[in-house]
């Protein structure tokens, strides 16, 4: 597959830069190394950032609402170029309302991709009813079925062909982070968020369409995120909106809901995003998972052996707002383990109470330093398709 110009151009660019490995082949130096001399090449500021993913709005300080479908954001102006400039943010994700036909995304991207941070530029598109371009009748390309229909053919060629499909058109447009698959069981049949988006609700099948998925996304050179942990097919309320649970024992989740998780474990998927759901019976708490060091580390890192990069879901959605402050999510998020926190509510008020946490002790720079080394190795896979140039 042939790079856009700009791509190319951004290539060149990024050549020996902060964020990226040298580009000569004749570099021998391992990844861990590289990656320890990136780690020692940055300031606080910029290690921080790249613990932020963010709506492009985030960046404009003039915009004070969160009703952002209406604004449109399709382009960079000014004030972002210039927030950016101090608060560096490692991630970039785009919504419909970001996006309106090919010339215009084509351009925005190009305008992204020379921000500070060497953001990831990343999106929801999973096919069904959750396809920012997709459903996007602008675009010149076709309409994937629901998840649900898919994984109730028990053909788990399908999951990839859908999945290499819009990998390749995403790769097309410049993104590097789909965040799909969604690795849910639709247990519940009441659950208002979830449902058709989840293969099935056989684990097992769950399992096999997921694993097919993000194989057919990294052929296609986009990685993929399995979400929401520990799983939100269990539910029936919206997360969205405010405060949602399982009474589900961990036992119960371990012998359901964690079947495709493990599936994508196994397979090396690189993200994992969490669910805001409460599990009191498996915490004891009634703390949304996101925020939960018993679910973050001694479930998914310890007893599931996961190593890679722990996504919030969106910090700015109801049951995390509805019991929290921003800085306060902010904080005890990455104190449970969280190494990127998505569309934190106001994105500079976070960062800095991050910085201060440091600069405090409250919270330590090598716990900063864990998650950047998770970040950048992520970083140096993106782009590269295994079958298809």
């Not at 009703?67 to 210039?82: F, G, L, R, S, W």
């Not at 986009?222 to 799983?231: D, V």
């Not at 703390?287 to 996961?306: F, H």
């Amino acid at each position: 597959m042939k790079k856009n110009l700009w791509m190319l151009t951004a290539i060149l660019t990024t050549c020996g830069s902060l964020f990226f490995t040298s580009c000569s082949d004749d570099d021998n130096t391992t990844v861990p190394d590289v990656i320890e001399q990136q780690l020692q090449q940055m300031t606080l500021r910029e290690k921080i950032g790249q613990m932020f993913m963010t709506r492009i709005e985030s960046l404009d300080t003039t915009i004070h609402t969160h009703d952002y479908a209406p604004i449109k954001t399709q382009e960079v102006n000014q004030t972002m170029t210039n927030v950016n400039a101090d608060y560096p943010v490692g991630g970039i994700i785009l919504y419909a309302h970001n996006i309106n036909d090919e010339t215009q995304l084509t351009h925005f991207v190009s305008q992204i991709r020379r921000f500070k941070g060497a953001p990831m530029l990343c999106i929801d598109e999973e096919g069904g009813r959750v396809a920012r371009i997709g459903n996007n009748p602008n675009f010149n390309v076709d309409k994937i079925q629901p998840m649900g229909t898919i994984g109730a053919t028990g053909d788990p060629q399908q999951a990839y062909n859908a999945a290499n499909y819009i990998g390749t058109y995403l790769y097309r447009y410049g993104f590097d982070v789909d965040f799909a698959p969604v690795a849910d069981v639709n247990t519940n049949p009441d659950n208002i968020v979830i449902g058709a988006r989840a293969f099935s609700d056989d684990p097992e099948v769950a399992a096999t369409m997921v694993v097919s998925y993000l194989q057919g996304l990294k052929d296609a050179g986009i990685t993929g995120c399995i979400k929401h942990f520990p799983g939100h097919g269990d539910t029936k309320a919206d997360t969205h909106y405010g405060y949602a649970q399982s009474l589900k024992t961990w036992d119960e989740i371990s012998n359901c809901e964690m079947i495709p998780f493990r599936a994508g474990i196994n397979w090396g998927c690189q993200l994992i995003m969490t669910a805001h759901i409460s599990l009191p019976n498996v915490s004891g708490a009634d703390m949304p998972s996101t925020l939960s060091s018993y679910i973050l580390q001694d479930k998914l890192r310890k007893e599931m052996g996961y190593k890679n990069v722990i996504v919030a879901d969106a910090m700015e959605m109801g049951a995390i707002t509805q019991q929290y402050n921003n800085v306060e999510a902010t904080l005890l998020g990455i104190q449970a383990g969280l190494d990127i926190i998505l569309n934190p509510y106001d994105l500079v008020e976070a960062f800095d109470a991050v910085v201060d946490a440091v600069n405090k002790g409250t919270i330590s720079e090598a716990r900063i330093d864990e998650s950047v080394r998770r970040i950048l190795k992520l970083k140096q896979s993106l782009r590269q398709p295994t079958s298809k140039e």
